[in-house]
């Protein structure tokens, strides 16, 4: 019986020891990076009703404080960050997702691209990196679609080459 007793309290100084439950938690902590892929990741599938607008959409351009049905991927970008708890960004406007301090070479998933368009000369689409793998770039963007427009009806997950992306910002870990 006292050889039980050892053996029992034994098994449990190595659950103890182990974090089997004892006070100590085994799951890692989501990063800022990982919370804006997870929330972005979420709203895949989320739909255009008419041009520019949905009542989730609404809410996507209500964050950067547009009232009005309008393009929507840096809405999209913004209000992304606003639900992981970043107070930055909140703009409207692609381009100024992408300001000099923000600009990064290597992203991190959880950062935003950028796509410039000569014919508009300045960045006008923009979206969340989910993966970075060999050439591939793998997103979730607002006001896409399953071709990659930038005045889509849609949130999508999409798989871009390296070469088509401008730019990239970091709004977590950056100043």
């Given at each position: 019986m006292g050889a039980i007793k050892v053996c029992i309290v034994l098994v449990c100084l190595a659950a103890a020891g182990s974090g089997w439950g004892f006070?100590?938690?085994?799951?890692?902590?989501?990063?800022?990076?990982?919370?804006?892929?997870?929330?972005?990741?979420?709203?895949i599938s989320v739909r255009e009703i008419s041009e520019n607008s949905s009542p989730r959409i609404?809410?996507?351009?209500s964050c950067v404080?547009?009232?009005e049905a309008?393009?929507?991927?840096?809405?999209?970008?913004?209000?992304?960050h606003k639900e992981a708890g970043f107070a930055q960004p909140r703009t409207p406007w692609?381009?100024?997702?992408?300001p000099k301090a923000r600009v990064v070479k290597e992203p991190l998933p959880g950062c935003v691209f950028g796509i410039y368009f000569n014919a508009?000369?300045?960045?006008?689409?923009?979206?969340?990196?989910?993966?970075?793998?060999?050439?591939?770039?793998?997103t979730v963007e607002g006001n896409t679609s399953v071709a990659g427009s930038?005045?889509?009806?849609?949130?999508?997950?999409?798989?871009?080459?390296?070469?088509?992306?401008?730019?990239?910002?970091?709004w977590i870990g950056r100043i």
């Open positions: 006070g100590r938690s085994t799951l890692k902590e989501e990063t800022g990076y990982e919370r804006v892929v997870r929330i972005a990741r979420k709203e609404r809410e996507y351009l404080g547009i009232k309008a393009p929507w991927c840096a809405s999209f970008v913004s209000w992304c692609s381009p100024s997702l992408f508009l000369g300045r960045v006008a689409h923009c979206g969340v990196v989910v993966k970075l793998h060999g050439g591939n770039v793998y930038r005045e889509g009806d849609g949130v999508y997950a999409r798989v871009r080459h390296r070469r088509t992306i401008y730019c990239y910002a970091d």
